[in-house]
């Protein structure tokens, strides 16, 4: 099993900035790969951002530029940073780890952008 505990999330104006954390602990040993989804209210789950046990990075494309995915020196723990948020970025923002093929979540922390 593998846990994972987000952090992070709140309440930012247009144009500020947010960072986001998530811990795993548990049996981690074979992370795959790391990131984070978001879901809107009446929308689906997507994408945002991921990082695989090599570093390789990728980004959605709506987050390019803005949002910056790093992790510990450890890997047990990711980090989004997030720039020049735009009220479309509202969402519950969930932490993801592929371990040994299984998908684990975190529980989300919810992220929202307004003035």
């Known amino acids: 099993q593998v846990q994972l505990v987000e952090s992070g999330g709140g309440l930012v104006q247009p144009g500020g900035s947010l960072r986001l954390s998530c811990a795993a602990s548990?049996?981690?040993?074979?992370?795959?790969?790391m990131g984070w989804y978001r879901q809107a209210p009446g929308m689906e789950r997507e994408f945002v951002a991921s990082?695989?046990?090599?570093?390789?990075?990728n980004y959605a494309d709506s987050v390019k530029g803005r949002f910056v995915l790093s992790r510990s020196n450890n890997k047990n723990t990711v980090y989004l940073q997030m720039n020049s948020l735009k009220p479309e970025d509202t969402a519950v923002y969930y932490c993801?780890?592929?371990?040994?093929?299984?998908?684990?979540w975190g529980q989300g922390t919810q992220v929202t952008v307004s003035s």
């Open positions: 990082i695989s046990g090599g570093g390789r990075i």
């Open positions: 993801y780890a592929i371990v040994t093929g299984t998908t684990y």
């Open positions: 548990g049996s981690i040993f074979s992370v795959t790969v």
